[in-house]
């Protein structure tokens, strides 16, 4: 068999996974690039989902040492998933978005290997790879709100204050961010400002990254001083989307996020699912200086013309707190924001001078699914149905 039907099979395979691979120029170079052909060959049939290596070693007909020793250096790659409960140790393939968008660019190398994947993946994002999430309104990301921006924090749910999300985990780590490392190491992409290392994950994912060099562990302090220097960064947290069993906070940013940069570039509806929460500015106190619109993540805010607000002055307190700051509205002008398209970050309200946004609940909540196992089921049930509703249109010439 030749490599090209080694590696066209391997991509046959891989797509019979929760994420698509679509035909581009770039596919098939990407798996090359990220695959030998004997690590193709033996991925091939490999499940996606846990299996004991005495399993697999039958599968493939191979001796379970060797099996176990080819797996591991795979698994230290990004490629495989692996995990160990007491003496037990399971393996599985890492789909395409897990590789792609994850695994391999946690541990922020830059070695042939990686700098040859990642122009091919940025490219294949704007050449079809990405374009299945526009077909589902759960997003892979949701907004967890910066809790020093919620004006009333009495009916903040558990899923959406960072405290608790954290006190529901037990085991903290952090990678590097894999959008902005791709992009950073990408010679026709331009570098990001903005810091790296930012990436968090715990418990059972977090195991497998640290175990297999993919990140570190850090202490729960340590994931709250990440946290607030990101919001302080401008960074927009995202956290898995749904309730229990959450894996994941991103910070995320404008420039190279593959969720927000899919409503910038590609145009998709949404980008990261939005929080119950909206900024609502207070022209009253509002001293016009543009920071908020600078800070947006969305594009979401700009400056309105306001006369009366000319020369205004707002007193605010001082960074001692003790003394008190006279700011003064230069240019008559005052924030305004778009709430069809503001996500309720709160990056905007966090480094407000004068305090006047904050993040008020939005009329309608929306709950995340409860669970991985749930969000996954809706969310490949909403691809099945938009890959079908695309086949009609096709069908019929549209």
């Given at each position: 068999?030749s490599?090209?039907?080694?590696?066209?099979?391997?991509?046959?395979?891989?797509?019979?996974?929760w994420?698509?691979l679509?035909?581009a120029?770039?596919?098939?170079?990407?798996?090359?690039?990220?695959?030998?052909?004997?690590?193709?060959?033996?991925?091939?049939?490999m499940p996606?989902?846990?299996?004991?290596?005495?399993e697999?070693?039958?599968?493939?007909?191979?001796?379970?040492?060797?099996?176990?020793?080819?797996?591991?250096?795979?698994?230290?790659?990004?490629?495989?998933?692996?995990?160990?409960?007491?003496?037990?140790?399971?393996?599985?393939?890492?789909?395409?978005?897990?590789?792609?968008?994850?695994?391999?660019?946690?541990?922020?190398?830059?070695?042939?290997?990686?700098?040859?994947?990642?122009?091919?993946?940025?490219?294949?994002?704007y050449?079809?790879?990405?374009?299945?999430?526009?077909?589902?309104?759960?997003?892979?990301?949701?907004?967890?709100?910066?809790?020093?921006?919620?004006?009333?924090t009495?009916?903040?749910?558990?899923?959406e204050?960072?405290?608790?999300?954290?006190?529901?985990?037990?085991?903290?780590?952090?990678?590097?961010?894999?959008?902005?490392?791709?992009?950073?190491?990408?010679?026709?992409?331009?570098?990001?400002?903005?810091?790296?290392?930012?990436?968090?994950?715990?418990?059972?994912?977090?195991?497998?990254?640290v175990?297999?060099?993919?990140g570190?562990?850090?202490t729960?302090?340590?994931?709250?001083?990440?946290?607030?220097?990101?919001?302080?960064?401008?960074?927009?947290?995202?956290v898995?989307?749904?309730?229990?069993g959450?894996?994941?906070?991103c910070?995320?940013?404008?420039?190279?996020?593959?969720?927000?940069?899919?409503?910038?570039?590609?145009?998709?509806?949404e980008?990261?699912?939005?929080?119950?929460?909206?900024?609502k500015?207070?022209?009253?106190?509002?001293?016009?200086?543009?920071?908020?619109?600078?800070?947006?993540?969305?594009g979401?805010?700009?400056?309105?013309?306001?006369?009366e607000?000319?020369?205004?002055?707002?007193?605010?307190?001082a960074?001692?707190?003790k003394d008190?700051?006279?700011?003064?509205?230069?240019?008559?002008?005052?924030?305004?924001?778009?709430?069809?398209?503001?996500?309720?970050?709160?990056?905007?309200?966090y480094?407000?001078?004068?305090?006047?946004l904050?993040?008020?609940?939005?009329?309608?909540?929306?709950?995340?699914p409860?669970?991985?196992?749930?969000?996954?089921?809706l969310?490949?049930?909403?691809?099945?149905?938009?890959?079908?509703?695309?086949?009609?249109?096709?069908?019929?010439?549209?």
């Open positions: 068999m490599e090209q039907e080694i590696y066209q099979r391997f991509i046959d395979w891989l797509k019979q996974a994420w698509d679509p035909e120029d770039e596919l098939m170079p990407l798996i090359m690039a990220t695959y030998t052909p004997e690590e193709a060959s033996l991925l091939t049939g996606f989902s846990g299996r004991d290596l005495e697999l070693a039958e599968m493939k007909q191979m001796d379970p040492d060797d099996l176990n020793r080819r797996l591991d250096v795979l698994a230290k790659k990004g490629l495989v998933f692996r995990t160990v409960r007491g003496e037990n140790i399971r393996y599985s393939l890492n789909d395409s978005f897990l590789v792609y968008y994850r695994s391999t660019f946690w541990p922020g190398r830059s070695d042939e290997r990686s700098k040859a994947m990642a122009p091919l993946v940025n490219q294949y994002f050449h079809g790879f990405f374009d299945q999430y526009d077909l589902t309104h759960l997003k892979g990301l949701r907004v967890l709100p910066i809790q020093e921006a919620i004006q009333d009495r009916q903040i749910l558990p899923y204050e960072v405290v608790k999300v954290l006190d529901s985990v037990n085991y903290f780590t952090v990678s590097t961010c894999p959008c902005r490392h791709r992009k950073n190491i990408d010679p026709d992409s331009p570098n990001c400002e903005y810091p790296t290392e930012t990436c968090l994950h715990f418990d059972r994912l977090g195991h497998y990254i175990e297999n060099g993919l570190r562990e850090i729960r302090q340590e994931t709250e001083e990440i946290l607030r220097q990101c919001a302080e960064a401008g960074l927009v947290h995202g898995s989307n749904y309730q229990e959450v894996d994941t906070i910070n995320c940013c404008r420039c190279c996020c593959i969720m927000l940069e899919a409503f910038h570039k590609l145009k998709h509806a980008g990261i699912t939005p929080s119950n929460y909206l900024a500015p207070n022209p009253e106190i509002c001293i016009g200086c543009g920071l908020c619109v600078r800070r947006c993540p969305m979401a805010m700009w400056l309105e013309d306001s006369p607000a000319k020369n205004r002055i707002t007193v605010v307190a960074k001692n707190k008190k700051v006279e700011l003064k509205n230069k240019r008559g002008k005052v924030s305004v924001v778009n709430p069809d398209i503001c996500i309720g970050c709160g990056v905007c309200a480094k407000c001078p004068t305090e006047s904050v993040l008020e609940r939005r009329e309608v909540v929306e709950h995340p409860k669970n991985g196992r749930e969000y996954m089921k969310v490949t049930a909403d691809f099945a149905a938009g890959r079908a509703q695309s086949g009609q249109r096709r069908d019929q010439g549209v």
